[in-house]
């Protein structure tokens, strides 16, 4: 079992409460404030963790290929996340299904 599945099935035996708490925690560490495509408006709503949650509500547009931050991301290392760019391509689990 991969560490990304592993971490999703942790992730579903645990209280909503634990289960916000873990993602307070986690967005700590998500990289995409560092991102030259975050925006002002992502950042005024606390977006992140795209990886987890899903695709952005609001506008961003990677501003080139080589932006994303996920790869040095630890979240992503740690879990063996697969992709890039989850602001606009969706979460791992929804990539992974095909969704
Ligand atoms: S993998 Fe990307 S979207 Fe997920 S926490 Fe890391 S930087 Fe953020
Ligand atoms: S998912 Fe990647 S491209 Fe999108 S904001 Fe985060 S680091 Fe930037």
């Known amino acids: 079992m991969d560490r990304y599945v592993e971490l999703v099935d942790w992730l579903s035996v645990l209280s909503k409460r634990d289960q916000e708490d873990w993602r307070e925690i986690a967005s700590l560490k998500c990289a995409c404030t560092d991102c030259p495509s975050y925006t002002c408006c992502a950042k005024e709503k606390g977006e992140g963790l795209f990886c987890l949650e899903g695709r952005t509500k609001e506008s961003i547009w990677p501003e080139g ?12 290392l740690n879990h063996d996340f697969t992709e890039q760019y989850y602001c606009v391509k969706g979460s791992e689990g929804e990539l992974r299904s095909g969704a």
């Open 65 to 76: 290929t080589d932006t994303c931050r996920c790869v040095d991301c630890s979240l992503a």
